[in-house]
Protein backbone atom coordinates (compact mmCIF):
# COMPACT_ATOMS: atom_id res chain seq x y z
CA UNK A 1 0.00 0.00 0.00
CA UNK A 2 2.26 2.17 0.68
CA UNK A 3 3.97 1.87 -3.23
CA UNK A 4 0.42 2.92 -4.06
CA UNK A 5 0.08 6.28 -2.11
CA UNK A 6 2.99 7.34 -4.37
CA UNK A 7 1.06 7.41 -7.71
CA UNK A 8 -0.80 10.21 -8.53
CA UNK A 9 -3.81 8.36 -9.68
CA UNK A 10 -3.77 7.83 -5.87
CA UNK A 11 -5.95 10.17 -3.22
CA UNK A 12 -5.86 9.72 0.62
CA UNK A 13 -8.68 11.19 1.87
CA UNK A 14 -7.66 10.66 5.09
CA UNK A 15 -10.22 7.93 8.00
CA UNK A 16 -12.88 6.10 5.57
CA UNK A 17 -15.27 5.06 8.55
CA UNK A 18 -15.66 4.97 11.91
CA UNK A 19 -16.12 1.56 14.10
CA UNK A 20 -17.94 0.45 17.05
CA UNK A 21 -15.81 -0.02 19.76
CA UNK A 22 -17.32 -2.56 21.19
CA UNK A 23 -20.36 -5.06 20.91
CA UNK A 24 -23.61 -3.71 22.11
CA UNK A 25 -27.40 -5.29 22.43
CA UNK A 26 -28.59 -2.50 20.62
CA UNK A 27 -26.72 -3.69 17.46
CA UNK A 28 -26.71 -7.70 17.84
CA UNK A 29 -25.17 -7.96 13.87
CA UNK A 30 -21.56 -6.71 15.06
CA UNK A 31 -18.33 -8.79 14.23
CA UNK A 32 -15.01 -7.98 15.07
CA UNK A 33 -12.31 -6.30 12.84
CA UNK A 34 -9.37 -8.01 12.95
CA UNK A 35 -5.61 -6.63 11.72
CA UNK A 36 -3.61 -8.31 9.86
CA UNK A 37 -0.32 -7.49 8.82
CA UNK A 38 2.09 -8.69 6.18
CA UNK A 39 5.80 -8.33 7.09
CA UNK A 40 6.89 -9.80 4.24
CA UNK A 41 4.07 -7.87 1.81
CA UNK A 42 4.29 -4.56 4.19
CA UNK A 43 0.35 -4.55 4.22
CA UNK A 44 -2.37 -4.36 6.35
CA UNK A 45 -5.54 -5.93 5.80
CA UNK A 46 -8.70 -5.58 7.80
CA UNK A 47 -11.34 -8.43 7.67
CA UNK A 48 -14.27 -9.74 9.52
CA UNK A 49 -14.88 -13.24 7.49
CA UNK A 50 -13.65 -15.65 9.64
CA UNK A 51 -12.57 -17.94 7.06
CA UNK A 52 -10.27 -15.60 5.39
CA UNK A 53 -9.17 -14.20 8.71
CA UNK A 54 -7.71 -18.32 9.24
CA UNK A 55 -6.08 -18.42 5.74
CA UNK A 56 -4.24 -15.07 6.54
CA UNK A 57 -2.98 -16.11 9.29
CA UNK A 58 -1.78 -19.75 7.51
CA UNK A 59 -0.20 -17.39 5.05
CA UNK A 60 1.58 -15.33 7.75
CA UNK A 61 0.33 -12.79 8.61
CA UNK A 62 0.77 -11.56 11.90
CA UNK A 63 -2.31 -10.96 14.11
CA UNK A 64 -2.56 -7.21 15.54
CA UNK A 65 -5.85 -7.51 17.42
CA UNK A 66 -9.27 -6.17 16.95
CA UNK A 67 -9.82 -2.97 16.03
CA UNK A 68 -13.40 -2.91 16.63
CA UNK A 69 -16.53 -3.90 15.12
CA UNK A 70 -18.38 -3.60 11.63
CA UNK A 71 -21.46 -5.12 9.89
CA UNK A 72 -21.05 -8.04 7.46
CA UNK A 73 -23.84 -6.21 5.33
CA UNK A 74 -25.76 -2.60 4.71
CA UNK A 75 -29.52 -1.58 6.38
CA UNK A 76 -28.94 -2.48 9.88
CA UNK A 77 -27.83 -0.11 12.65
CA UNK A 78 -27.67 2.87 10.40
CA UNK A 79 -24.29 1.58 8.41
CA UNK A 80 -23.87 3.71 5.55
CA UNK A 81 -20.04 2.84 4.22
CA UNK A 82 -18.87 0.01 2.25
CA UNK A 83 -15.55 -1.05 2.82
CA UNK A 84 -14.14 -2.53 -1.04
CA UNK A 85 -11.16 -5.01 -1.05
CA UNK A 86 -8.98 -4.93 -4.07
CA UNK A 87 -6.36 -7.06 -5.00
CA UNK A 88 -3.43 -6.92 -7.51
CA UNK A 89 -1.19 -9.83 -8.23
CA UNK A 90 1.14 -7.59 -10.24
CA UNK A 91 2.04 -5.63 -6.81
CA UNK A 92 1.42 -8.30 -4.22
CA UNK A 93 -1.15 -5.98 -2.41
CA UNK A 94 -4.53 -6.11 -1.03
CA UNK A 95 -6.44 -2.30 -1.04
CA UNK A 96 -9.09 -1.52 0.79
CA UNK A 97 -11.20 1.69 0.92
CA UNK A 98 -14.90 3.30 0.43
CA UNK A 99 -17.02 3.87 -2.38
CA UNK A 100 -15.50 6.88 -4.49
CA UNK A 101 -13.58 8.11 -7.24
CA UNK A 102 -10.70 5.54 -6.58
CA UNK A 103 -13.20 2.53 -6.19
CA UNK A 104 -14.33 3.86 -9.75
CA UNK A 105 -10.74 4.05 -11.22
CA UNK A 106 -10.02 0.49 -9.76
CA UNK A 107 -13.13 -0.94 -11.37
CA UNK A 108 -12.37 0.78 -14.82
CA UNK A 109 -8.56 -0.29 -14.67
CA UNK A 110 -7.37 3.29 -14.36
CA UNK A 111 -4.87 2.54 -11.47
CA UNK A 112 -2.18 0.33 -12.69
CA UNK A 113 -1.52 -2.89 -11.10
CA UNK A 114 -4.47 -4.81 -12.50
CA UNK A 115 -6.37 -4.69 -9.07
CA UNK A 116 -9.23 -7.44 -9.21
CA UNK A 117 -12.28 -6.60 -7.27
CA UNK A 118 -12.60 -9.06 -4.22
CA UNK A 119 -15.91 -7.61 -2.78
CA UNK A 120 -17.12 -5.29 -0.08
CA UNK A 121 -15.24 -6.47 3.35
CA UNK A 122 -17.75 -5.34 5.70
CA UNK A 123 -19.77 -2.14 6.42
CA UNK A 124 -19.15 0.61 9.26
CA UNK A 125 -20.51 4.24 9.80
CA UNK A 126 -19.49 7.63 8.31
CA UNK A 127 -15.98 8.61 9.64
CA UNK A 128 -17.23 11.67 11.85
CA UNK A 129 -20.32 9.40 13.34
CA UNK A 130 -20.79 7.96 16.96
CA UNK A 131 -21.61 4.12 16.30
Request: charged fraction near 20%; aromatic fraction near 10%; hydrophobic fraction near 35%.
Amino acid sequence: MQRLRRLPEVTDLGAIGSLAKEKTNSCPYLKPVHHLFSNKLQMDVYLTNTEVYKERLRDGFENKGIIGYALAGPEACQVSVAIYTFFSQALGTTVQLQNGTDVLQLLRGQIPGSFLYQGVEFYVWEPDASP
